[in-house]
């Protein structure tokens, strides 16, 4: 329910001392939810608010010709662990994303590494990095042209990856105007992001993004 406590000629005064939620469904283009979308919020005239990357790697499998998970959502710093479960190699590569995140100056350099496969019985070889510049990389695999998997590198600690449903949900944010960005694999060009006002209750959005549904694989 939302609650309005504040009359208009003292908003702004309220607003400051209040703290708030957003809720963001992602939808396709036929408007149906879109899971895997990446959500950022930026405080308006403020520095983008910034965690410290976690103290161990974040996991990425290589498992079945996937990567899993298939997006990865991070903090610059983060250390990233590629484990190989397949009984055959990978080579894996990360390149920038295509669209404007190319055109990024300080997105984050180039990689590969092989990574043998996995001997029954036996941990799996695995390679780690870091990746320290907010950016989109493309996960790919010169041995296997099928495999596809992106990592998000966010600028800004307010990031989500939307669920099943299609949303991220973020809760105790400071009053304030927000600029709301939402990005997803399938994207060819990145939308513009919208400017939302964050009040006294917790607000519900929609965005619909151009994204063709893709067909459930069986
Ligand atoms: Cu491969």
Same mark, same amino acid.
């Given at each position: ?13 309220? %607003?400051?001392?209040?703290?708030? #939620?957003?809720?963001?469904?992602? *939808?396709?283009?036929? #408007?149906?939810?879109? &899971?895997?979308?990446?959500v ?14 976690p ?6 499998? *290589? ?12 903090v ?12 055959w ?43 320290? !510049? ?13 495999m ?9 600690? %307010?990031?989500? !990856?939307?669920?099943? !449903?299609?949303?991220a949900?973020?809760?105790?944010? &400071?009053a304030? !105007?927000?600029?709301?960005?939402? %990005?997803? &694999? ?5 939308? &513009?992001?919208q ?8 607000? *519900? *959005?929609?965005?619909? $993004? #151009? ?6 694989r $069986?």
């Open positions: 329910m939302r609650r309005f406590l504040c009359i208009a000629s003292t908003q702004l005064v309220c %607003w400051a001392a209040q703290a708030s #939620g957003l809720h963001i469904q992602v *939808q396709d283009r036929e #408007g149906q939810p879109l &899971p895997e979308a990446v950022v919020l930026y405080p308006v005239g403020l520095a983008a608010p910034v965690s410290p990357a103290p161990g790697p974040v996991l990425i499998e *290589q498992e079945r010709m996937r990567f899993v998970p298939a997006l990865t959502v991070v610059p710093g983060t250390r990233l662990r590629f484990a190989n479960l397949d009984r190699d990978h080579h894996v590569r990360g390149t920038l994303a295509t669209g404007l995140a190319a055109l990024d100056p300080n997105a984050p350099p180039g990689f590969e590494f092989r990574i043998a496969g996995r001997t029954a019985g036996q941990a799996p070889a695995a390679m780690e990095l870091v990746l320290d !510049k907010p950016g989109v990389v493309l996960l790919g695999c010169h041995l296997h042209g099928s596809r998997g992106h990592v998000f590198v966010s600028d800004s600690a %307010w990031t989500l !990856k939307t669920d099943d !449903k299609g949303y949900r973020f809760e105790g944010l &400071p304030g !105007k927000v600029e709301l960005r939402v %990005w997803h &694999p399938e994207l060819l060009v990145e939308p &513009p992001r400017a939302v006002q964050l009040g006294t209750s917790t607000l *519900q *959005q929609t965005v619909q $993004l #151009g994204v063709v549904p893709r067909r459930r $069986l």
